[in-house]
Nanobody
Framework: QLVESGGGLVQAGGSLRLSCAAS????????MGWFRQAPGKEREFVAA????????YYADSVKGRFTISRDNAKNTVYLQMNSLKPEDTADYYC????????????????WGQGTQVTVSS
């Protein structure tokens, strides 16, 4: 029901835009989040956006470089990633939660399959 796209290989300093398209149901009333998981590491919070787009929240590691946005009419969430660093390399997942601006993976009920982002140095 959530399908991510836009991942790929990019050089350090470059940009990528991830998309998360929802199907089968509308997520316009859900908090939407992006998480990432690097090999051998736990899944970590990246960014979240409220259902009405009025609130956003970012992990300190991406603040000022990544921007989360959503288009409820298109049932799609985006993650614009600029000034990418090798440490941003991970599988990126979008997820939907009924909790308000949660950073905890367990509070997200719907998950996409992930898209891989590799940043070369």
């Amino acid at each position: 029901q959530l399908v991510e796209s836009g991942g790929g290989l990019v050089q350090a300093g470059g940009s990528l835009r991830l998309s998360c398209a929802a199907s089968g149901r509308t997520f316009s009333s859900y908090t939407m989040g992006w998480f990432r998981q690097a090999p051998g590491k736990e899944r970590e919070f990246v960014a979240a956006i409220s259902w009405n787009t009025r609130s956003t929240y970012y992990a300190d590691s991406v603040k000022g470089r990544f921007t989360i946005s959503r288009d409820n009419a298109k049932n799609t969430v985006y993650l614009q990633m600029n000034s990418l660093k090798p440490e941003d390399t991970a599988d990126y997942y979008c997820a939907a939660s009924v909790a308000s601006m949660s950073t905890t993976p367990s509070e997200y009920y719907y998950w996409g399959q992930g898209t891989q982002v590799t940043v070369s140095s």
